[in-house]
DNA sequence: GGCTATAATGTAATCGATTACACAGCAATC
DNA sequence: GATTGCTGTGTAATCGATTACATTATAGCC
């Protein structure tokens, strides 16, 4: 027979809400009772049932992170896998667990959201690979469901959200190549939809304008091929290549080094990779782990105390080989 | 007022236990009920609670997924990420999610599997990165849950598993290698203790004879550094190279390089950068979605059936750059 | 001493489903 | 016509906790 409160309290002679005390709320329980029913938790090795306790106090301690299909190629990103695992462990160190999931091609991209919400299966939601104008931002507040999203946008400023200095980091990577003495960079943004695409350019809009060189955008999809497929199409035009992403801009040097052009490139995330590609690249790195965890703090915080927080995290440019060439 | 299926049954004038019928067992509800019934669910968009259904049917239709701490490079490992969302993803097309969680340095490897347990919260679990002796599968068993291994070992032969043909993956490779006119093969193999380095040790073991070849076995860890390494401190005694991932290989590759030596070099796994590298890297391809897929499956099997399902997957050997070269 | 506030505990309702059991109605069987 | 079996439905127990409310004991105060 499995152990459960009723047999905890039989065991101990108290009451079936005296056990529940003991676990939830101790402070109000007496020093001697409170031992006594803790010894006999502990003999008999019990646990309380995650169900029945989410059933009555609607509190499920369940997260989830729902993966849009649209965004697979961040399965293949190793910035995200640490991001999850991050967010992961960390909920956990609030009792909390993660349901990982992803989305079907042929489905609504709130579809499952409602399914989610609608059986109570969880209390709130990470929300990455957030959009300029979000279908599933909207859809949470409108069922009014905790939640945060990695990465901000100017429509929703009410939220909780943990981002980095997007803007920062575009700047400083503009600033860099200005040192250089580029005049000419070509901008390979991410989907211009993307919230993250927005804030990259205004960084570098305004180092363009304190720095004075001229830039032109153009919009990849973070993974390799579009970042070779866009510089390959605008080769000559420029003196110096930024690339809102690591592969990218490592699609972009595999052009130069076939087409036996030298510039420089900068790239943006920081991914293990980035040191080891030859040339090794300089980028913009983002505290990605921390992003993670915060996400998980601020989520946690947001559930129990019904508080919005917005965290920006710095970033840092990581000066290697790439953009110390002569143009 | 939440609807639930009291309200339910009110209105469609019926009892809970009809109402109950009408979603888990249509079969046994009249026509003309169950039409009613469903009109109204529907109407009201009515959806079970999922903690008050497990709670009585003792099934949380949860499966989790813990990744020990020990073998965190495995969320900078492509391969991992994509096995993750598959997994999720035919999980759920059995209605079934997936928990994705790591332990913490100072934690036995069993305990998460305990709470996890112990709190009642899963249905099962998906073990990822068997050992030869897996303390987790002891524990598992014991506690009479449902699993499902990634890989399989000797000592464990009675429990469901999907695994690819790692054995004839690594003889393919030394095949190859032979046919180069290879006879002195650095053997980078994976960790001694994981059960996968066992079937691929066993594979080169197989080659060697039927090909004539001989071959020295090291351990590494996976990544890059540990091929790096080992190939470093062994140049000059083998005339080719046979890692048990790409990121070894790849490793061994940058080495070659920077000492000016030029070996046949054969990988494992097929992940993405393997393509790109260059030298593009021959390779051992796993089909990693579909071990990935039918993990969930056999899963869902062995929890609603009590089913054990055995399945290796094949492999291929992609022939790429990397092993076209002259010793 | 009587009154009130507070601390400690118990009783029982409750969360929202599933399901064992009972029973009514009707057809088939002898 | 009685018996058996099957279909369809309802009643109420149950899963295992939390918690509103009631109750008792004790201390503090005038």
Redesign the interface.
């Known amino acids: 027979m499995e152990t459960n409160i009723a047999e905890i309290a039989r065991i101990a002679r108290v009451s079936t809400a005296t056990v529940s005390r003991v676990i939830n709320s101790p402070e109000k329980v007496a020093q001697e009772t409170r031992g006594k029913v803790e010894k006999i938790i502990k003999q008999l090795?019990y646990?309380?049932?995650?169900?029945?306790r989410?059933?009555r106090s609607r509190r499920?301690r369940?997260i989830a992170i729902i993966?849009p299909h649209s965004a697979d190629y961040l399965?293949?990103y190793?910035y995200?896998?640490?991001l999850?695992?991050e967010v992961?462990?960390e909920l956990?160190r609030f009792d909390y667990?993660?349901?990982?999931?992803?989305d079907?091609p042929q489905e609504a991209v709130t579809e499952r959201y409602r399914?989610f919400i609608?059986?109570?299966?969880v209390d709130g939601f990470v929300v990455l690979d957030l959009k300029n104008d979000d279908e599933r931002v909207h859809f949470l507040r409108e069922r009014g469901l905790p939640f945060v999203t990695v990465g901000r946008n100017d429509r929703d400023t009410d939220i909780s959200f943990v981002d980095t200095d997007n803007d920062l980091g575009a700047y400083l990577a503009g600033k860099h190549l200005s040192e250089k003495s580029c005049k000419r960079i070509l901008f390979i943004n991410g989907l211009a939809d993307q919230s993250v695409s927005v804030w990259r350019e205004r960084g570098l809009v305004r180092a363009s304008r304190d720095f004075g060189f001229d830039y032109e955008v153009f919009n990849g999809d973070f993974i390799?091929e579009s970042g070779a497929a866009i510089t390959r199409s605008n080769l000559g035009k420029f003196d110096a290549i930024f690339a809102a992403s690591d592969l990218m801009a490592?699609g972009a040097l595999?052009v130069l080094k076939e087409e036996g052009v030298s510039l420089p490139v900068i790239g943006f995330d920081d991914i293990?990779?980035s040191s080891?590609f030859?040339p090794s690249v300089t980028t913009v790195h983002q505290p990605i782990d921390e992003v993670g965890r915060e996400a998980a703090r601020i989520l946690v915080r947001q559930i129990s105390q019904g508080q919005v927080t917005k965290t920006i995290l710095p970033v840092s440019l990581v000066i290697r080989e790439s953009s110390e060439v002569s143009a």
């Open positions: 090795n646990v309380p049932n995650q169900q029945a989410s059933l499920t369940m993966v399965f293949s190793p995200f896998s640490i999850v695992k992961s462990l956990s667990h993660l349901i990982l999931t992803t079907e399914v609608d059986k109570k299966m390799e490592i595999k293990p990779l080891e030859s």
